[in-house]
């Protein structure tokens, strides 16, 4: 038995901590007090490590591959927001009458269309 799982180890390319996980998951698939030896014959239990590993190695790549994905849509959100055009308070260069300065610290529309009871705009 010893021998049959040093050869799935270098089969698989699984640390001995992961074959002892499978194996342990193994027996606790089992019902309570019964031998792993003496009712699961060899290569019904290699079947099993293998498909375990087969398991745990997609999971590990689908979690990895989930986590670059990740990463790629915050890095195309993050340039998506650098490639905006500047904020118009933030785009104007030139110097400002006092009137303007004035509609754009009020937030006024350029044609003053959310002032009411004003009076005329000149």
């Known amino acids: 038995m010893k021998t ?3 050869e799935w180890m270098d089969a698989l390319g699984a640390t001995p901590e992961q074959m ?5 998951a193994e027996e606790e698939a089992l019902p309570k ?5 003496l009712v699961v014959d060899i290569p019904e239990l290699e079947r ?6 087969e398991a745990a190695t997609a999971k590990a790549e689908a979690a990895e591959l989930r986590a670059q994905l ?6 195309a ?3 998506a927001k650098q490639s905006l055009s500047p904020s118009r308070r933030v785009a104007d260069a030139g110097a400002l009458t006092p009137l ?4 754009r610290d009020l937030n006024l529309d350029p044609d003053w269309s959310n002032v009411t009871g004003f009076g005329h705009r000149t």
Request: proline fraction near 3%.
């Open 4 to 6: 049959s799982i040093h």
């Open 20 to 24: 002892s996980a499978y194996l342990a």
């Open 33 to 37: 007090g019964t031998d792993p030896i």
């Open 48 to 53: 099993r490590v293998f498909l375990r590993h």
């Open 70 to 75: 990740s990463k790629k849509q915050s890095r």
């Open 77 to 79: 959100a993050q340039s």
């Open 100 to 103: 303007q300065q004035t509609e």
